[in-house]
């Protein structure tokens, strides 16, 4: 464990209706552990409903850094995802980054 180098946080976004997860959650989250100084994502999941969809985006998210922002990781989710939750996925990892750049104006230090 590194305690104080990375961070956990959560995007959320509703869900659209007719999706299997809708019947289990109203909304969708996205989480991550990242990489305080560098904003890079070392894992990441996603409350889609079946394992293999949340291994997915989890590998789509993973290396991205949020200090560059998300678009390239969006276009990803556009081009390779194809199910009801894109733009929920879409929302939910905006979220994130703005919870991201949140945490980075507060300058948390990091521990040695």
Do not use: W
């Not at 985006?57 to 200090?67: P, Q």
């Not at 922002?69 to 994130?96: C, H, P, Q, S």
């Amino acid at each position: 464990m590194c305690f104080g180098k990375t961070m956990f946080i959560a995007g959320h976004a509703r869900l659209p209706q007719g999706m299997a997860a809708k019947s289990v959650f109203d909304t969708l989250t996205i989480t991550a552990e990242v990489d305080i100084k560098y904003g890079v994502i070392l894992e990441a999941s996603c409350t889609l409903a079946t394992e293999q969809g949340q291994k997915y985006i989890g590998s789509l998210l993973k290396g991205a850094s949020l200090k560059d922002g998300v678009d390239e990781v969006v276009d990803a989710i556009k081009t390779f995802y194809r199910g009801k939750a894109t733009n929920a996925l879409i929302a939910a990892l905006k979220d994130l980054e703005i919870h991201f750049q949140k945490v980075q104006s507060e300058k948390i230090p990091l521990q040695k």
